[in-house]
């Protein structure tokens, strides 16, 4: 009952986020930590499983679509339901906009030895009904702290990654390199406009 009342907060709060678009401040405003990331970095050349269970290469995977990024578990009944409501209605703001680029969305457990493909599938199934173009990845434990530095320069162990959730989202341009990072829970506006950006 405890975890179904989270759920529901943190859908209200998305509510809100979603009402906020257009208006008051952009938390992806340009200075040394949210914002653009120069020089831009490489995506970590690293392996992931799917959540239909397929083996995949997250550079190689990000390659020739702007990508939009965030980490989340699905033991997690606090900040990634709003998370999950964040990415379903940045896609639904993107609708029918002409993009030169293809875009996709990665959503990456931070939990690897609670996670599995068929858990990463029903949290995106919980969003409704996720598009082909959002994927959540599962990557090896021993990869954690290499692909969390590689988001946000953070030195910490695998064993710390869930302490240490980050609720920013972190977008690649189509050369697999990461451009621009948010501050903490993006408005569904700022993601929208990243990716827009990016994606041309």
């Not at 943190?10 to 009402?19: F, N, R």
């Amino acid at each position: 009952m405890m975890q179904r009342r989270k759920c529901l907060k943190a859908l209200t709060l998305i509510g809100g986020l979603g009402s906020a678009l257009g208006s008051g401040p952009s938390t992806a405003q340009i200075h040394t930590g949210p914002g653009p990331v120069t020089p831009p970095l490489p995506a970590p050349d690293l392996p992931f499983t799917d959540h239909l269970g397929r083996p995949q290469n997250l550079r190689q995977w990000m390659s020739g679509q702007v990508t939009a990024v965030q980490t989340i578990f699905t033991g997690c009944s606090s900040v990634c339901p709003i998370q999950g409501a964040l990415f379903a209605a940045a896609q639904r703001q993107l609708a029918g906009q002409a993009l030169r680029q293809p875009t996709r969305w990665l959503s990456i457990s931070i939990d690897p030895l609670g996670d599995t493909p068929e858990l990463l599938r029903a949290w995106l199934q919980r969003t409704g009904t996720p598009p082909a173009a959002w994927v959540a990845a599962l990557p090896r434990l021993s990869d954690v702290d290499r692909l969390r530095r590689g988001l946000d320069g953070i030195n910490a162990t695998a064993a710390q990654a869930l302490d240490a959730h980050s609720d920013k989202v972190y977008f690649f341009d189509a050369q697999a390199q990461l451009r621009w990072r948010t501050a903490s829970l993006p408005t569904v506006a700022d993601v929208a406009r990243v990716v827009a950006h990016l994606a041309g």
